[in-house]
């Protein structure tokens, strides 16, 4: 019996050994897998700041030049505006005169269709 007993306490030692070995390999395995997310959480995160950084400078290019041109139109428009100004302060007083006197300055005559009735 003892040899019974010393054969079932070997298999449940080794059984017990299976177990802690697959226990280590699970915890391994975990261990692999968080490293393995870790890995190409961080790779994710360095392809997104290069292609952000990418799309910055790109939008830096198209932009700048957008905003040059903005400006330039904004100059452009200002200036227009000022020679309108000037040119209705010049004009106004004699297209004032000119208004006043097509109206109050009426000669009535006769018009060359009218046939007096007979």
């Known amino acids: 019996m003892t040899s019974q007993s010393q054969g ?6 080794a059984e017990k ?13 975990g261990k692999r ?12 995160d360095h392809y997104r700041l290069q292609r952000e950084k990418e799309f910055r400078n790109k939008e830096t290019n198209v932009m700048g030049s957008q905003g040059n041109l903005s400006a330039k139109i904004e100059e452009q428009t ?13 004009n106004m007083e004699g297209m004032i005169k000119k208004l006043l006197s097509t109206i109050f300055d009426i000669s009535p005559e006769i018009h060359r269709n009218f046939r007096p009735a007979v």
């Open 8 to 13: 079932i306490q070997q298999l449940l030692q």
């Open 78 to 90: 200002t200036e227009a505006i000022r020679n309108l100004t000037s040119s209705y302060h010049r």
């Open 17 to 29: 050994r299976a177990k802690d070995k697959l226990e280590e390999a699970k915890k391994r395995k």
């Open 33 to 44: 897998l968080k490293q393995a997310k870790e890995e190409a959480t961080a790779e994710i």
